[in-house]
T-cell receptor
């Protein structure tokens, strides 16, 4: 069973607020990812990290930022939330040095910006 | 760049009938392919994966998929659908940064009693 956690699970917030979505994993995985999933749509990679102090933007442009100060923690921040940020955000992790590229997903955070 | 196409945003089958969910991919390198399932308000759970070797791969919950290079396909099947199979199914290929996944749009599987 994958041990990757996301909080909060649901968040409703007003426009202009700063928010941080938390993601933690206890598997010691080096690689971590954030995906954005709009209703009825595919997931898009918005951020990834190879390890501590490594962060990169993904395929889909996002106004969010991420940090990776500890291996197990990969938070995502929106400085000023807007209704266009309403979406589901999924965090995932994967070990380095395997040939399977399997990713383990958290339960997701469903964000609504009013 | 890698891409994934899932034919049919919704598939409806009767309980006990064959399940067939279609996935075609585009990849400039030998693909690593995955099927994930997503139940309502949950994250993604890995059903099965193809990396190398045997082209018919078996996964959890009775699902299997066959990698066909000549057809660039990786269709998901299950001989007999169960009500608990109702969910969203995503096909994915490795291809993003840090080996991130490129996903298809998903197929919503509906099981009729």
């Amino acid at each position: 069973e994958a041990d990757i956690y996301q909080t909060p699970r649901y968040l409703v917030i007003g426009t202009g607020k700063k928010i941080t979505l938390e993601c933690s994993q206890t598997m010691g995985h080096d690689k971590m990812y954030w995906y954005q999933q709009d209703p009825g749509m595919e997931l898009h990679l918005i951020h990834y990290s190879y390890g501590v102090n490594s962060t990169e933007k993904g395929d889909l442009s996002s106004e969010s930022t991420v940090s990776r100060i500890r291996t197990e923690h990969f938070p995502l921040t929106l400085e000023s939330a807007r209704p266009s940020h309403t979406s589901q955000y999924l965090c995932a992790s994967s070990p380095i040095g395997t040939a399977t590229y399997e990713q383990y997903f958290g339960p997701g955070t469903r964000l609504t910006v009013t | 760049a890698q891409s994934v196409t899932q034919l049919g945003s919704h598939v409806s089958v009767s309980e006990g009938a064959l399940v067939l969910l279609r996935c075609n991919y585009s990849s400039s390198v030998p693909p690593y392919l995955f099927w994930y399932v997503q139940y309502p308000n949950q994250g993604l759970q890995l059903l099965l994966k193809y990396t190398t070797g045997a082209t018919l791969v078996k996964g959890i919950n009775g699902f299997e998929a066959e990698f066909k290079k000549s057809e660039t396909s990786f269709h998901l099947t299950k001989p007999a659908a169960h009500m608990s199979d109702a969910a969203e199914y995503f096909c994915a290929v490795v291809g993003g940064g840090a080996d991130g996944l490129t996903f298809g749009k998903g197929t919503h599987l509906i099981i009729q009693p």
